[in-house]
T-cell receptor, first 114, second 107 residues
Framework: KAGVTQTPRYLIKTRGQQVTLSCSPI?????VSWYQQTPGQGLQFLFE???????NKGNFPGRFSGRQFSNSRSEMNVSTLELGDSALYLC?????????????FGNGTRLTVT | KNEVEQSPQNLTAQEGEFITINCSYS?????LHWLQQHPGGGIVSLFM???GKKKHGRLIATINIQEKHSSLHITASHPRDSAVYIC?????????FGTGTSLTVIP
């Protein structure tokens, strides 16, 4: 089975721009969650989708949004980028709605905002 | 105060040593995850626990719900175990993460 695929792997953007990141879950997995990792804050939960519906959301401003498609692929969007948005963005998929499902992580997208 | 506290922050061990990483949390949880992150960023989920103990190869994870504490043990440590180990808990709609334990195993 192919693992979780995140694209692109690396991205450089300028302050004020917007960015869209993509996550393709393991085939058959319907739950996708997104996380931000920075050296200062560590890992933080962004949001979680199940069957095209956002089920949970972390404590992030409205500039961070996401969606899930009928094939379970998910995208997250960050608008009006700030320098502090530079981070590794990870997604994870699971076969059932959490909390009792193991998470399978992608390799992440490293976003640099200049 | 962080909802999840890990100790130690850094750990250096000789190959073959028994290693313990601890995780304490302050909230009621529905599940606890132990994650492993190698340089380069990729994260692997090692265990998901809601009670008791799980074992996979040289890795053992335990959780004590009453004491709000979990431990990750590595027996016969190997240089390839060098990584950052992260404890994560799920409470309701939220995930909370520890800051990680950076483990270096020296040959």
């Amino acid at each position: 089975k192919a693992g979780v695929t995140q694209t692109p792997r690396y991205l450089i953007k300028t302050r004020g721009q917007q960015v869209t990141l993509s996550c393709s879950p393991i085939s058959g997995h319907r739950s996708v969650s997104w996380y931000q990792q920075t050296p200062g804050q560590g890992l933080q939960f962004l949001f979680e989708y199940f069957s095209e519906t956002q089920r949970n959301k972390g404590n992030f401003p409205g500039r961070f949004s996401g969606r899930q498609f009928s094939n379970s692929r998910s995208e997250m969007n960050v608008s009006t980028l700030e320098l502090g948005d530079s981070a590794l963005y990870l997604c994870a998929s699971s076969s059932r709605e959490a909390p009792n499902s193991p998470l399978h992580f992608g390799n992440g997208t490293r976003l640099t905002v200049t | 105060k962080n909802e999840v506290e890990q100790s130690p922050q850094n750990l250096t061990a000789q190959e073959g040593e028994f290693i313990t990483i601890n995780c304490s949390y302050s909230v009621g949880i529905s599940a606890l995850h132990w994650l492993q992150q190698h340089p380069g960023g990729g994260i692997v989920s090692l265990f998901m626990l809601s009670s008791g103990k799980k074992k996979h190869g040289r890795l053992i994870a335990t959780i004590n719900i009453q004491e709000k504490h979990s431990s990750l043990h590595i027996t016969a440590s190997h240089p390839r175990d060098s990584a950052v180990y992260i404890c994560a808990v799920r409470r309701g709609n939220q995930f909370y993460f520890g800051t990680g334990t950076s483990l270096t195993v020296i040959p």
